[in-house]
């Protein structure tokens, strides 16, 4: 796994990793993609709020 560019991330309603560069406390967040009719958003899948992300990165399998 490594960081990818935020458009080559899923929009299908994976939850993601994602990097916001920009955000002063927590730079990696659980994001998923939201549809709206002028297109979409990025959002913080734990809590409210759209986040800017640049780069996305898929979630680990869980342990065995």
């Known amino acids: 796994m490594s960081w990818q560019p935020i458009v ?3 929009k299908d309603g994976t ?3 994602g ?3 920009r955000a002063t406390k927590w730079k990696i967040k659980f994001m998923v993609f939201r549809h709206t009719r ?4 990025w959002t913080n899948a ?3 709020g759209t986040v800017e992300p ?9 342990p065995k």
């Open 8 to 10: 080559t991330a899923p």
């Open 15 to 17: 939850i993601v990793f």
């Open 19 to 21: 990097w916001e560069p």
């Open 38 to 41: 002028d297109g979409g958003y």
């Open 46 to 48: 734990v809590g409210t």
């Open 54 to 62: 640049t780069h996305w990165m898929p979630l680990p399998e869980g």
